[in-house]
């Protein structure tokens, strides 16, 4: 199980920090990733870690500004991201697999939204 939060309204140019709780078993999973979605538009893989820190991912539009990381004594990934712009604007998810970054992702949280303006 996965529960994401921290989505908000903000200003371009904010900052906003999403984070993403689960249980141990789900947590031990090897790719914890950040995905987001806006209607009408295919999902976006936003960013990914491995478990032990050996693979880290984040797409084009986001490298450089947005920050995945990983707290083991919580369960929980965050998603750091800085300098928001409008197309940041969508519903993230959180997500995790057993598989490799380009695996099936079989644990989804249900969303948290992130609107920039």
């Known amino acids: 199980q996965l529960v994401e939060s921290g989505g908000d309204s903000v200003q371009a140019g904010g900052s906003l920090r999403l984070s993403c709780t689960s249980d141990?078993?789900?947590?031990?999973?090897?790719?914890m990733a950040w995905f987001r979605q806006v209607p009408g538009k295919e999902r976006e893989g936003v960013a990914a870690?491995?478990?032990?820190?050996?693979?880290?991912y984040y797409g084009d539009s986001v490298r450089g500004r947005f920050t995945i990381s990983r707290d083991n004594a919580k369960n929980t990934v965050y998603l750091q991201m800085n300098s928001l712009k409008p197309e940041d604007t969508a519903l993230y998810y959180c997500?995790?697999?057993?598989?490799?970054?380009?695996?099936?992702?079989?644990?989804w949280g249900q969303g948290t939204q992130v609107t920039v303006s």
């Open positions: 870690t491995y478990r032990h820190g050996d693979f880290t």
């Open positions: 997500a995790a697999t057993g598989d490799t970054w380009g695996g099936d992702f079989g644990h």
């Open positions: 141990s078993r789900t947590y031990s999973s090897n790719c």
